[in-house]
C-alpha cells in the first residue's frame, strides 16, 4: 500500500524529474515459432517492435524507491495497462494515477511474467488491537 499523499508528493515533481532517477533500456518483443516469446534488446528502435523497459537501475540510494519491488534486469511491460512507448504515454499515466485506486506494473524477471499491484490509500485506517471473531 501506498498513501495518496506519498504518491501525489512523485507526481507533483514532473515526469521528467522522476526520471532523472531510472536508467532503462528500450527492449524489443520477437515471437519465436512455438508460441514462446523472448525479449531482445533493441538497437534500432525503429525496427522494433515495442516489449517494454529494461530497468537497469531504478533510483539507486532512495529507500522509498528501492521499497518498491524493481529490480535491475526487470522489463515493464506496462504500468496501469499504458505501455509508455512515447512521451505522451507518459503523461496521460501521470495524470491518471492522481485519480488511480491501485498502481498495476506488469513485468517479466527472469523470463517469467509477473504483475505488482499496489493499493493506493487516501488515509491510514487504524488497526484494532482485537478484532471481532464471527460464532
Same mark, same amino acid.
Given at each position: 500500500?501506498?498513501?495518496?499523499? *506519498?504518491?501525489? &508528493?512523485?507526481?507533483?515533481? %514532473?515526469?521528467? #524529474?522522476?526520471? *532523472?532517477?531510472?536508467?532503462? *533500456?528500450?527492449?524489443? &518483443?520477437?515471437?519465436?515459432?512455438?508460441? /514462446?516469446?523472448?525479449?531482445?534488446?533493441? =538497437?534500432?528502435?525503429? /525496427?522494433? !517492435?515495442?516489449?517494454?523497459?529494461?530497468?537497469?537501475?531504478?533510483?539507486?540510494?532512495?529507500?522509498?524507491?528501492?521499497?518498491?519491488?524493481?529490480?535491475?534486469?526487470? !522489463?515493464?511491460?506496462?504500468?496501469?495497462?499504458?505501455?509508455?512507448?512515447?512521451?505522451?504515454?507518459?503523461?496521460?499515466?501521470? %495524470?491518471?494515477? &492522481?485519480?488511480?485506486?491501485?498502481?498495476?506494473? /506488469?513485468?517479466?524477471?527472469?523470463?517469467?511474467?509477473?504483475?505488482?499491484? #499496489?493499493? !493506493? =490509500?487516501? *488515509?491510514?485506517? =487504524?488497526?484494532?488491537?482485537? &478484532?471481532?471473531? =464471527?460464532?
Amino acid at each position: 500500500m501506498i498513501l495518496r499523499s *506519498q504518491l501525489l &508528493r512523485v507526481l507533483d515533481r %514532473k515526469p521528467g #524529474v522522476f526520471l *532523472q532517477g531510472v536508467d532503462v *533500456q528500450m527492449v524489443a &518483443r520477437s515471437q519465436l515459432p512455438g508460441g /514462446r516469446h523472448y525479449w531482445k534488446m533493441s =538497437a534500432d528502435r525503429s /525496427r522494433s !517492435i515495442f516489449g517494454g523497459w529494461y530497468i537497469r537501475s531504478f533510483h539507486p540510494g532512495d529507500p522509498c524507491m528501492s521499497r518498491s519491488g524493481l529490480r535491475r534486469g526487470d !522489463i515493464i511491460a506496462d504500468v496501469n495497462g499504458n505501455p509508455l512507448r512515447r512521451p505522451d504515454d507518459m503523461a496521460r499515466l501521470w %495524470k491518471a494515477l &492522481r485519480s488511480a485506486r491501485r498502481l498495476v506494473v /506488469r513485468l517479466y524477471r527472469d523470463g517469467r511474467p509477473l504483475v505488482f499491484v #499496489v493499493k !493506493i =490509500a487516501d *488515509q491510514v485506517r =487504524a488497526r484494532s488491537r482485537s &478484532r471481532p471473531q =464471527a460464532m
